[in-house]
């Protein structure tokens, strides 16, 4: 047995406490619905979650399934390719309607962003569609990409951008809501928005120093300067760094390793890193111990023991 502090214990639990309920509580969808300004009354139950998964939820946001062997990864394609895949109203509304789509799929293991415009992963927000709004409408916006952004950020399975070209503003900061990143060598990252009078306000400030350091995001946000593929992997700012027109084959073979592990332990992973790294070392381990306690009495974990002793690849249900 593992005796934590006092204080410890307590920050730990209550931490447990607020954890997000499981994905099948329908408190906690409707939630994320009014948090995205989406209708709770609209009739999604005319439509299977495989139906609504393989449609286009937006002209310019599109989602893919993959099957056979790759059954389990799902892809969300920008594209847009008038604006760089800029981030319009119409265009966030699509992608909100797609991450839903993902969060209610039980059958998703993994997402990929992915972009379809040749050399624009995400040019930001639309700048030209932001000239015609009121400084209430701004603020509107960005507070929906902010929780669009943390609606990513929380998704239960693992993420991957997959990053050719430019991603810049709401681009990287789209990015950086990905657990992994991937970018081909012509892609190119930055901040600019203090050469706009602005600051990054979708979670640019939060979450950059959080990935390559406090003083180093200091100096990407205060002079706006771009950053090449080469110099993003030194940094740490993306996990691999390909020839370029390479990023989506590597995120897939990535993405092809995670699919084959146990989901439910891929989940709890996730829960124990995010939830563990917002406090110290030993709340966090009291966060990882009730992951772990949380798989113990799985199906997937008996399965995982039959198939070592037995020499055989795993078969996961995610039970």
């Not at 030993?282 to 023991?305: F, H, I, P, W």
Request: contains cysteine; hydrophobic residues 40%; positive net charge.
């Amino acid at each position: 047995m593992v005796f934590l502090p006092a204080v410890a214990k307590s920050a730990g639990q209550q931490w447990l406490k607020q954890k997000p309920k499981p994905i099948s509580s329908s408190q906690q969808l409707l939630f994320h619905l009014k948090k995205f300004n989406i209708n709770p009354h609209e009739e999604w139950n005319r439509q299977s979650v495989r139906t609504l998964i393989l449609q286009s939820t937006s002209d310019s946001v599109k989602l893919h399934k993959l099957d056979d062997s790759d059954s389990g990864v799902v892809e969300v394609n920008l594209d847009r390719p008038g604006a760089k895949n800029a981030i319009s109203k119409d265009m966030l509304h699509g992608l909100q309607r797609s991450l839903e789509a993902v969060y209610k799929d039980h059958s998703a293991k993994v997402l990929m962003i992915c972009s379809s415009v040749h050399k624009a992963f995400c040019a930001g927000a639309d700048l030209k569609e932001r000239k015609t709004m009121t400084p209430d409408e701004i603020q509107n916006y960005v507070n929906s990409l902010r929780s669009t952004f943390s609606f990513l950020e929380g998704l239960h399975i693992p993420t991957i951008a997959v990053v050719e070209g430019a991603a810049l503003g709401g681009g990287l900061e789209m990015a950086l809501s990905c657990d992994l990143r991937i970018c081909g060598e012509d892609a190119v990252f930055g901040l600019p928005e203090t050469g706009l009078a602005i600051i990054p306000g979708a979670g640019g400030t939060q979450r950059l120093p959080r990935l390559v350091g406090k003083s180093l995001a200091k100096e990407i946000i205060f002079t706006g300067r771009k950053i090449g593929a080469r110099d993003a992997l030194s940094m740490g700012l993306v996990n691999h760094c390909v020839p370029a027109g390479e990023a989506r084959s590597k995120a897939l073979e990535i993405a092809r390793d995670i699919n084959q592990k146990g989901p439910l332990a891929i989940r709890m992973a996730k829960r124990a890193i995010d939830g563990g790294l917002e406090m110290d070392i030993a709340s966090g381990l009291s966060v990882e111990m009730d992951c772990y306690q949380q798989l113990l009495n799985t199906k997937d974990r008996l399965e995982g023991l039959a198939a070592f002793a037995e020499k055989r690849r795993p078969s996961y249900n995610g039970e």
